[in-house]
């Protein structure tokens, strides 16, 4: 599966270039050398597209599969900078702060009391002018919607050319899906503290959620 992890995530994510490519974009930070922190990284799809805008930041991803990791570590071979944790992010304890947190498709895995505690956690982490990047999969604010995105997204998945075993994968890994509107994720981060929450970004389920942290006294 991590071997084919990035051949199968364009074809499953209808908006693939804009969603990963607008979300490195908006990552405006102070220095050319940031600290950067993936959550739940996979094989370093999104850092890799923040690492073509900084090329010296300092990588550290973290994901529960070992195999996925390995894959980052061919992707980012022969770069010194990059720290690979094999673990859960929403219960490893950070020592460091750091001037990026992104994540992709994984926060959505999570219940809505977990999230609300990542954010937390993500908001503690950060430096002063920090940003957190979530590019993620959200639920419909109305029955309807929610149906609605459901069946644009199976129609693109049934002609994207994966064949039926992986589409049939794919439905399946939908089962752990715990996703949260995009209205309720906003409302936390500005309720946690961020600065400038917004949606930046959105393709039916598909968003790209941002948030700095602003520190009055610092």
């Not at 809505?112 to 505690?117: F, I, L, R, S, Y």
């Not at 990542?118 to 940003?131: A, T």
């Not at 999969?137 to 049934?158: A, C, I, M, P």
């Not at 309720?184 to 309720?191: H, S, V």
Request: charge should be negative.
């Amino acid at each position: 599966m991590a071997q084919q992890y990035d051949r199968q995530r364009k074809k499953l994510i209808p908006c693939f270039d804009d969603f990963y490519q607008i979300a490195a974009d908006v990552a405006k930070l102070e220095n050319d050398t940031p600290d950067v922190l993936d959550l739940g990284a996979g094989t370093g799809l999104f850092s890799s597209f923040i690492v073509r805008k900084y090329p010296k930041a300092r990588l550290t991803l973290i994901d529960l599969s070992e195999g996925m990791l390995d894959i980052a570590k061919t992707r980012f071979h022969g770069r010194p900078d990059v720290r690979y944790i094999v673990g859960d992010y929403t219960k490893f304890e950070f020592r460091e702060r750091f001037d990026l947190v992104i994540s992709s498709l994984s926060i959505h895995h999570l219940t809505d009391a977990e999230k609300k505690e990542l954010y937390r956690n993500v908001f503690s982490i950060l430096k002063n002018n920090g940003i957190f990047m979530n590019a993620d999969q959200v639920l419909g604010s109305t029955e309807f919607l929610d149906s609605l995105y459901r069946s644009e997204w199976k129609h693109y998945v049934e002609h994207s050319g994966l064949d039926r075993k992986e589409i049939l994968a794919a439905y399946e890994r939908t089962r752990l899906d715990k996703m949260t509107t995009l209205e309720r994720q906003i409302q936390w981060l500005n309720e946690i503290g961020f600065s400038d929450a917004d949606c930046i970004y959105k393709y039916y389920n598909f968003v790209v959620m941002f948030a700095r942290k602003i520190e009055a006294d610092a």
